[in-house]
């Protein structure tokens, strides 16, 4: 009996718990890097905090290099790729915690404990390797990947790389990357349709697929959209007849993306263009952009160069609603998405990695080999219960609306949240 009260309990305090974080769920801050005048050898690159709550900007790191290439949030970390360094910063101290010599460094992912990263010039060799996400120490390196390296999807755990190769390159390729042992399994050749090859991104309708933004040569007019079925790695490319760019979000079954100079929008189960100026083109084009799927707005910057860059906060209708600011160059933005009941949770709950994320057709998660799960509660930001079940680590969302919704995972020994966006 006292077992029996002990779990209702705990399922109500779980309950209670996901419905005031979904309650406080909020855009914590902005992560802004920016590269500075790239003409200026003691301009550095600088990192920064935009908080959409008062306006502020808190500028709290410095990498001592000329260009920023990416960064990406992992709870209350950032991870920055600035050209021949990965540095990590806790967001909430805004400290430098780690940071390793990385010439070439590209692009980040995070899988579990692993940080992958993606090279490019001046690299030779190497072209994806694998550190570790707590200290940044080297893991692994995929030498037989090809060629210069570009975006990464991480999904069931493998890693897919884009593979664009130099400037002069004809063609482009998908390198698939077991991460258990950190092999390459293959690569895949799109040849001239996967010239320019860039972000990548998880599409789940009917089915789980890769779509790859593979952008528009310096001499050319026109751009290609992949997209692979991921569960037997078969490629379709679709030319457009526009400039595409960055590829920046899939939500809602569209893609977000650069298109001649503006953001416009994909829908991708059809492969035709939705909308070519989301956001219209300010006149110099955007030089990097994100997309707050919380409040649905996007952040976007400009910049010259030299010697002026611009932040610009539009709606989704393409409205221009704020403005923040950006620095110098400023091509590395991130969304760092937190719950005001993080004091609480940190107490209580154990980090719960779900994946794929986003996501539209099926959500999973990891616990612990040794622990099974009891209890699954998901909620959305109402506080609603969208599923309860027990013993089950894969959950059909198929029929959820799309927006953000919160896990918890309790096993016969610990108690573990997370969330996710359905798309």
Not at 214 to 228: E, S, V
Request: with cysteine; glycine share 8%; charged share 15%.
């Amino acid at each position: 009996m006292k077992r029996f009260y002990l779990s209702v309990l705990a399922a109500f305090v779980l309950l209670a718990v996901q419905q005031t974080t979904a309650q406080n769920t909020v855009v914590n801050q902005v992560i802004v890097c920016s590269g500075g005048n790239f003409s200026d050898p003691d301009d550095f690159v600088s990192v920064a905090a935009f908080k959409p709550q008062d306006g502020s900007t808190t500028a709290f790191g410095t990498v001592f290099t000329q260009s920023v290439q990416d960064v990406v949030v992992d709870g209350i970390f950032a991870y920055v790729a600035a050209q021949d360094s990965i540095v990590k910063f806790n967001i909430d101290s805004y400290q430098r915690v780690a940071a390793v010599e990385a010439v070439g460094v590209h692009k980040l992912a995070i899988a579990g404990d692993k940080l992958i990263a993606s090279f490019w010039y001046p690299v030779t060799e190497d072209f994806v390797r694998i550190f570790s996400k707590e200290d940044l120490s080297q893991q692994a390196a995929i030498s037989e990947v090809s060629d210069e390296a570009d975006g990464i999807l991480v999904y069931n755990n493998r890693a897919y790389v884009a593979v664009p190769g130099g400037w002069a390159s004809a063609g482009g390729k998908i390198a698939v990357i077991n991460l258990t042992g950190n092999l390459l399994i293959e690569e895949i050749d799109l040849d001239s349709a996967g010239v320019g090859i860039s972000d990548l991104f998880l599409f789940q309708q009917d089915g789980d697929f890769l779509v790859s933004v593979n952008k528009t040569p310096w001499d050319a007019t026109t751009g290609y959209l992949t997209k692979m079925d991921l569960s037997n790695r078969q490629t379709t490319s679709f030319v457009f007849d526009l400039s595409v760019g960055n590829g920046i979000e899939v939500y809602g079954g569209k893609l977000y993306l650069m298109l001649n100079g503006g953001i416009g929008s994909i829908d991708i189960a059809g492969m035709t263009v939705t909308d070519t100026a989301v956001v219209a083109n300010t006149g110099n084009g955007f030089a990097a952009a994100v997309f707050d799927t919380l409040n649905m707005l996007f952040y976007a910057t400009t910049t010259d160069y030299a010697t002026t860059g611009e932040g610009y906060i539009y709606n989704a209708t393409g409205e221009l609603t704020g403005n923040f600011d950006a620095g110098i160059a400023a091509e590395a933005l991130a969304v760092d998405y937190r719950d005001n009941t993080g004091i609480f949770e940190a107490r209580h709950s154990l980090r719960l990695t779900v994946y794929p994320n986003p996501a539209s057709r099926f959500v999973r998660f990891n616990i612990p080999a040794e622990q099974k799960a009891v209890k699954i509660l998901m909620v959305n930001l109402s506080g609603k219960v969208v599923y309860n079940g027990e013993n089950q680590n894969q959950i059909d969302i198929s029929r959820l609306q799309p927006g953000l919704y919160f896990i918890t995972v309790q096993t016969d020994a610990s108690v573990f949240t997370g969330r996710f966006v359905k798309n």
